[in-house]
């Protein structure tokens, strides 16, 4: 009986103890979780930025081409050979 009881209370000790990392582990990965989210969440908005400015450039280089390419068709006829 007595060691019935031993055996039940070293059980009882050993499911603790995995809960109790059980949960500690869960903690540490919750805390690498949000790093990963914070570190999306940057990249995102990085991506977002860098979308806009190339969209930018692009129309700026597109007016500026074809105002370059207008002035050029106008001044042919001045072209004298």
Excluded: Q
Excluded at 26 to 53: D, P, W
Aim: aromatic letters at 4%.
């Amino acid at each position: 009986m007595m060691r019935l009881r031993m055996r039940w209370i070293c059980t009882m000790h050993s499911m603790a103890v995995k809960e109790h990392n059980t949960i500690i582990e869960s903690r540490e990965e919750t805390g690498m979780e949000e790093k990963i989210y914070k570190t999306m969440n940057g990249a995102g908005a990085m991506n977002i930025v860098l979308g806009v400015v190339a969209l930018a450039v692009g129309v700026a280089t597109g007016v500026l081409l074809i105002i370059s390419g207008s002035k050029l068709l106008s001044g042919k006829s001045k072209i004298l050979f």
